[in-house]
């Protein structure tokens, strides 16, 4: 009985966050609502048996790696079909009228550029709260990209420092440009272009590094959501560690990681490197069973229960978010 505790998790959540989204917001929040009356209440059904069959096929069928890449991409195919239909044929797609663009730096530019809007900041501080680094391995809707554009070739060794400093001072590049353009009053159809192209360099990005180096260089060098998400969910209480005693360093892990974490020095020094974003595609790769995450402390079941949280997130970011 107890190893269904986490499929209890995972149906618990959609039901937790959405009856009170289908009963209390009104124009309602749930797509199916919005044609036909009562339908949210069929859609957040749906949802919930659709994460628990996902929880179950990764807790049992031990199948992270490749389901992760479907479930992921599902999300974002979700997301981008809606921001279409939303454009081409009615706002019922969209969330509000407000369209702004799916560029992910601009949840850090967005509110320093408005002074104000502050939605997205706190959505994705909150859910660094609930699954720490989560975000940029199961729940945003550019990282799949990455994901699938870096599946194609094996890891690349690449100089870490360089790509550290490299991510932080692209922060800092994106705080200085958005603050200059406050500062300068430009209109918003030019700030608009600023962000249009950082988009499609962001994606260049992917098809010219991602690519050729078989890692998500865009998301851990380039975006600048993905190095706050890592510096700010060393704060959470989870992480994956390798155990000493049985790793016999053979390095298989470290090609399953798309995220420049496993190298020989972090395989050797016990733990996953800085970018590890929990994404768990490296768990079943050992066959030694050495990698486990570590929750709360706790090595035991501690996967289990965070990817219950992650999967029961996923189906309410399925049911909420679009722009
Ligand atoms: S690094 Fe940026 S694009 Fe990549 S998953 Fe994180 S937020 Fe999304
Ligand atoms: S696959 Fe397992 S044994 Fe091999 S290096 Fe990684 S943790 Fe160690
Ligand atoms: S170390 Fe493992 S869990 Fe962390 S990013 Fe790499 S593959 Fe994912």
Redesign the pocket.
């Known amino acids: 009985m107890k190893k269904y505790i986490p499929l209890i998790i995972t149906a618990l959540i959609p039901l937790f966050l959405l009856i009170p989204v289908q009963i209390n917001v009104e124009p309602s929040m749930i797509l199916a609502e919005r044609f036909w009356e009562g339908a949210g209440w069929i859609e957040i059904f749906i949802l919930d048996i659709y994460a628990v069959i996902l929880a179950y096929v990764i807790l049992f069928k031990h199948k992270i790696k490749k389901v992760r890449t479907v479930y992921w991409s599902i999300f974002s195919l979700v997301f981008f079909t809606q921001f279409i239909l939303g454009l081409l044929v009615s706002e019922k797609f969209l969330m509000s009228g407000d369209i702004h663009l799916p560029v992910?730096?601009l949840?850090v530019a967005a509110p320093i550029y408005r002074g104000g809007g502050f939605f997205m900041p706190i959505l994705?501080l909150s859910t660094i709260l609930i699954v720490g680094?989560a975000?940029?391995?199961h729940?945003?809707?550019?990282?799949?990209?990455?994901?699938i554009i870096s599946k194609r070739r094996k890891p690349k060794q690449v100089n870490r420092r360089f790509t550290l400093i490299f991510r932080y001072a692209i922060i800092i590049f994106v705080v200085a440009l958005t603050l200059t353009l406050k500062l300068l009053k430009v209109s918003n159809l030019t700030a608009f272009f600023f962000a249009l192209t950082f988009g499609v360099v962001?994606v260049a990005v992917m098809f010219l590094f991602s690519f050729r180096l078989g890692y998500?260089f865009?998301?851990?060098t380039?975006?600048?959501?993905?190095?706050i998400?890592a510096l700010v969910s060393k704060l959470y209480p989870a992480r994956i560690k390798i155990a000493k005693s049985t790793c016999t360093l053979c390095n298989v892990c470290s090609t399953d990681c798309k995220y420049d974490a496993l190298s020989v020095t972090d395989i050797k020094s016990g733990k996953a490197g800085w970018n590890c974003?929990l994404c768990g595609d490296c768990l079943d790769s050992c066959h030694s069973s050495s990698l486990y995450l570590s929750f709360f402390g706790s090595k035991k079941n501690g996967w289990n229960y965070y990817i219950a949280i992650i999967i029961g997130l996923h189906a309410v970011f399925l049911a909420l978010a679009r722009l």
């Open positions: 992910p730096a949840i994705l680094p975000w940029c391995s729940l945003c809707y550019i990282g799949a990209w990455d994901n962001g998500m865009h998301c851990t380039y975006c600048p959501v993905g190095g998400v974003t």
